[in-house]
């Protein structure tokens, strides 16, 4: 499989998987939740990586350690040895059997098969960017971050060549300037609050469309204080229309789509006709 995500933006929406698919006793960012995810047809897959007291990546989002695993602990603080044996919780905080992944067996599962976002890349980018070249998948990883002169410079220095997106929050990020540095620049990760803001208008898509860049937006809600797409969202999807919550989203001509309902969500563009391009 060739991993081009402007290639694969040409042919269908791409749908990002948040954590993996969640639920029952399956818990995030853990193996059966991202094989799910790939089983619902998700063509990216979302996750976070921390790192141990001893250096080790493994997949889990910092400081949820109480509220994922029960335990009141820092994995930054503790050595594999420690860490490997911890359990996450289920949905009623029950201990499941699923531990901790480390980045290593994440990579060797999914090579070759789908689209890998990194969050939390800055912690560690250069044991995270060793990893991946390791892994030879510089091309199906993604990494995005808030701008800012030090994040390019690490960027341009440690992986120039791994596909990158700038978070933009409300106002439109300097596109030009981006063009200029020595990284993979293939577009943003859009955040609104309301759905007329310029990030979610035409001329601003037509901008990032024109240079070929790609245009993600997030569906999934964590925290439904701070919208992330303009109340157009995977909880509005369920609660109002599906076409309120992700029509919206994309007949605004959104390139990618970041989900906690990837089967869903895939289902709903395939019968609405708005999943091919």
């Known amino acids: 499989m060739k991993f081009d995500l402007q290639e694969t933006a040409k042919d269908h929406r791409i749908v990002v998987c948040h954590r993996g698919v969640t639920g029952g006793n399956i818990p995030?960012?853990?193996?059966?939740?991202?094989?799910?995810?790939?089983?619902?047809?998700?063509?990216?897959?979302?996750?976070?990586?921390?790192?141990?007291?001893?250096?080790?990546?493994?997949?889990?989002?910092?400081?949820?350690?109480?509220?994922?695993?029960?335990?009141?602990?820092?994995?930054?603080?503790?050595?594999?040895?420690?860490?490997?044996?911890?359990?996450?919780?289920?949905?009623?905080?029950i201990p499941t059997q699923f531990g901790l992944l480390k980045l290593d067996e994440l990579l060797e599962e999914f090579k070759g098969k789908c689209y890998i976002n990194i969050d939390k890349f800055w912690g560690n980018p250069q044991g995270i960017y060793r990893c991946i070249k390791r892994h030879d998948m510089i091309d199906q990883v993604l990494v995005k971050s808030r701008v800012s002169e030090e994040v390019l410079a690490v960027l341009e220095q440690v992986g120039p060549e791994i596909p990158f997106m700038p978070v933009v929050y409300q106002q439109p990020h300097d596109h030009e300037m981006l063009k200029t540095r020595n990284i993979n620049y293939v577009g943003a990760e859009v955040v609104f609050e309301e759905e007329d803001n310029i990030l979610a208008s035409e001329d601003f898509l037509d901008v990032m469309h024109k240079d070929g860049k790609l245009v993600w937006v997030n569906s999934l809600i964590y925290n439904t204080k701070k919208q992330l797409s303009g109340g157009h969202s995977d909880d509005t999807a369920f609660t109002v229309s599906l076409d309120h919550g992700w029509g919206w989203l994309a007949k605004k001509g959104f390139d990618m789509i970041q989900t906690d309902w990837p089967g869903h969500l895939i289902h709903y563009l395939r019968s609405t006709g708005q999943y091919y391009r």
């Open 28 to 93: 995030c960012n853990t193996m059966p939740a991202y094989q799910i995810a790939l089983m619902e047809g998700a063509d990216m897959i979302e996750t976070d990586v921390s790192t141990t007291a001893d250096g080790e990546l493994v997949i889990f989002h910092p400081r949820m350690e109480r509220r994922q695993l029960g335990e009141e602990c820092d994995i930054s603080q503790m050595p594999w040895s420690e860490v490997k044996d911890l359990r996450y919780t289920n949905a009623d905080n």
